[in-house]
């Protein structure tokens, strides 16, 4: 898919024409004999350096587009040092015409997996316990989204800012061209039982490759050395009513994060560590923000042992995850959310968060997701719960030592102060919160550190609280070999 930053993913296909007339005949720029020599940066009778004589602003035909296609497909052979294994077919669509499709092209999830989603976010206050995330998304992306590409369809669409839909804009062509090479030379559809910080890691790096591939053919672009096609406006549509930022930030990391990892491992423009890495996806999101702690064993695994009762049954995911991780790249979004929404200052500055320079966000390196709170992160865990049609959650983030689990507490203690929380109770190492039902957050939240973990319970009243992770006949949620439920 191809977003740009917000201040502002895509997947390629040949162009679907209607309307064409009874012996119509389309442009076909003039095709090259194939090389000689097997070469890269050639594609189906165009070379990457071709120059075609017309007009874009015109609009182009449906031989033009093939055109344009083909020699875009030569660039990426030449730049990524991969060829593709078979044509790739361009949709075009309106705004108007993809915001009509978009319900279509994200399936809903299991129930379970819903609720496990809801959970995570509502743990990181991203969003409430009102609110269901996957509509969230929906509303958040149909503006931003510029391209998109299915490996189970091995469908490529552009998103046209013109009427009728014309190819405007080669880089996001290039960006999804690139997906479909990822999905011809290593297969690109995730595992179903990814967490959400597996999928932020493998996006990473999918995302990643895809982005630094397109900006050296940006480069190419602006330096005059290849010449592109861009029409017309920005084919990305205003923000919708009720942006929600920290879901977007949760999503925008692998474009924000991505593009670093990949060319902190593409050594010298050998992409053979790349490839490797397709083959065996980075796991955590941790591993992208600090690249040269990639494939290292610094990430473990948490525990969170079920001490459900009075009625609160265990949410499941029938071929799905059984738990949640949210990872660093989670952390990070809900620490930065809060600098740009709720009422009172954030948790963190907004410049802790964004890469700004004399012109602004930059639209390599908008985001860091390098932030307060989030070091030393190992790994964590979060079982949901439900009752009646009541929601609760157990969530157990570890850390490297005692001194980053303490920040983290601190930390997470000024969110959900941020979010309107009343602190009630401190004993023993916990601490309660409250929050009532007149803002976004409601219910009862226990924060407890023990070593290097801290172990989160959050349920809808206080006196609820005991039930859904009642006190302990074994130790505390902390780390362990195992991650799965134990019985205490």
């Known amino acids: 898919m191809t977003r740009r930053p917000v201040a502002a993913v895509a997947l390629v296909a040949v162009v ?21 020599e097997d070469r890269l ?17 015109e609009g182009l035909d449906e031989g033009e587009t093939e055109a344009v296609v083909s020699r875009a497909m030569a660039r990426i052979q030449l730049l990524r040092g991969l060829r593709f294994e078979a044509d790739v077919d361009v949709e075009l669509m309106t705004r108007e015409a993809f ?5 279509d092209v994200r399936r809903d999830p299991p129930e379970g997996q819903r609720a496990l989603d809801n959970a995570q976010h509502e743990a990181l206050f991203l969003v409430g316990p009102d609110r269901d995330v996957v509509d969230v998304r929906r509303r958040n992306q149909g503006g931003t989204i510029l391209g998109f590409y299915q490996p189970s ?12 839909a014309t190819l405007d804009d080669e880089l996001t062509l290039a960006h999804e061209l690139v997906h479909a090479l990822q999905d011809q030379r290593f297969g690109l559809r995730p ?26 053919y940006e480069r190419r672009c602006e330096s005059g050395a290849w010449q592109c096609v861009e029409v017309g406006e920005d084919a990305g549509g205003t923000l919708p009513p009720e942006f929600n930022w920290g879901v977007y930030f949760f999503g925008f990391f692998p474009y924000a994060e991505g593009p670093g990892f990949v060319e902190h491992h593409r050594d010298d423009g050998n992409w053979s560590a790349v490839d490797a890495m397709h083959e065996a996806y980075p796991t955590t999101s941790a591993e992208i923000i600090a690249p040269e702690a990639s494939g290292s064993d610094g ?15 265990r949410v499941t995911v029938e071929d799905g995850p059984d738990a949640a991780t949210v990872g660093r790249a989670g952390l990070a979004s809900m620490f930065a959310y809060t600098a740009y929404a709720g009422e009172r200052a954030g948790v963190i500055d907004r410049d802790e968060f964004r890469n700004t320079g004399s012109s602004g966000l930059d ?26 049609g009541e929601t609760a959650y157990v969530w157990n983030v570890t850390f490297d030592d005692a001194e980053d689990a303490a920040a983290f507490r601190d930390g997470y203690g000024r969110v959900i102060e941020h979010w309107g929380g009343q602190r009630r109770a401190s004993a023993g190492g916990e601490t309660v919160w409250t929050l009532d039902d007149r803002g ?41 070999a195992q991650s799965g439920a134990a019985a205490g």
């Open 99 to 103: 915001n009509e499709e978009f319900d």
């Open 16 to 36: 679907v024409l209607s309307g064409c007339a009874v012996g119509y005949q389309p442009n076909v720029p003039e095709r090259s004999e194939p090389p000689r």
């Open 440 to 480: 976004r957050f409601a219910g009862a939240i226990r924060v407890q550190r023990e070593r290097r973990s801290v172990t989160v319970v959050k349920a809808p009243s206080r006196a609820a609280l005991g039930s859904v992770y009642a006190p302990a006949r074994a130790p505390p949620a902390g780390v362990g």
């Open 299 to 313: 990430y473990g695994e948490a525990t969170v042992r079920d001490r459900n009762r009075g009625g609160w049954e």
């Open 191 to 216: 595992p179903a039982e990814a967490t959400a910080d597996a999928a932020n890691a493998r996006n990473g790096l999918v995302e990643g490759d895809a982005t630094v591939v397109e900006r050296a």
């Open 363 to 388: 639209p390599d390196s908008p985001y860091t997701y390098d932030v307060p709170y989030t070091e030393g992160w190992y790994d964590d865990r979060l079982h949901a719960y439900e009752r009646d």
């Open 41 to 57: 940066g050639y594609y189906d009778g165009y070379w990457y350096d071709d120059t075609f004589e017309f007009d874009a602003e």
């Open 153 to 164: 369809e091995e469908r490529l669409v552009v998103v046209s800012a013109n009427r009728p």
